[in-house]
């Protein structure tokens, strides 16, 4: 099974949200956040189970499985984030 079918929420908002048209929802971490919850106002705690459960999946590959997932899209470095630390504050924000 795929990323995308195993975690379809994270799947939708790195490469929607996230993605190379990013600026279209925001310019910072917290507008784009803001977008995605009030566009999905019942998808959000999916969202949150989704990152408790991936980060659960990859307790010692986090950085290399988020690459592989969705790197092609985002990468929380460019953010000033390590990868745990994005997923920190995607739950914070969407909580």
Known sequence: MSSSERYPEMDHLFNTYFG???????ETVLEIVACYKKDCPYDYENLVREIDSFRSEHPNDLDSAFEKDYGHDFDPVLWGYTTASFLEELKRLLK
């Open 20 to 26: 190379q048209d990013f600026d279209l929802f925001g």
